[in-house]
């Protein structure tokens, strides 16, 4: 399966922005599905998990309250939608294909990666 992000940009603190990630190539529908994000000098860490209908969902504690994951299987796109963003939000943002059927807040968990989209909050 081929992972397509996309969304990202410059924003102010404050500010939002929905990261999208489309599917091709494989099978979509009856995997988790996470967002991983990596900063400069910093080692790439869990941000959202959701299963796959979607129902069940988990995130890193930094972004719980404030970041939104979901999905759309008719559509092959999972979203993380991002509110009250912080200079320390600034980072890479990768989607990847998890387990199958369940969510994962292991890197480890995820054989398919995208490409990443950038996202700088500034202060």
């Known amino acids: 399966v081929q992972l397509q992000a996309s969304g990202g940009g410059l924003v102010q603190a404050g500010g939002s922005l929905r990261l999208s990630c489309a599917a091709s190539?494989?099978?979509?529908?009856?995997?988790?599905m996470g967002w991983f994000r990596q900063a400069p000098g910093k080692e790439r860490e869990f941000v959202a998990t959701?299963?796959?209908?979607?129902?069940?969902?988990y995130y890193a504690d930094s972004v719980k309250g404030r970041f939104t994951i979901s999905r759309d299987n008719t559509k092959n796109l999972v979203y993380l939608q991002m509110t009250s963003l912080k200079p320390e939000d600034t980072a890479v943002y990768y989607c990847?294909?998890?387990?199958?059927?369940?969510?994962?807040?292991?890197?480890?968990?995820?054989?398919?990666w995208g490409q990443g989209t950038q996202v700088t909050v500034s202060s």
């Open positions: 990847a294909r998890g387990p199958y059927l369940r969510t994962s807040r292991e890197i480890r968990g995820y054989g398919h």
């Open positions: 190539g494989g099978t979509f529908s009856t995997y988790g």
């Open positions: 959701i299963n796959w209908s979607g129902d069940t969902t």
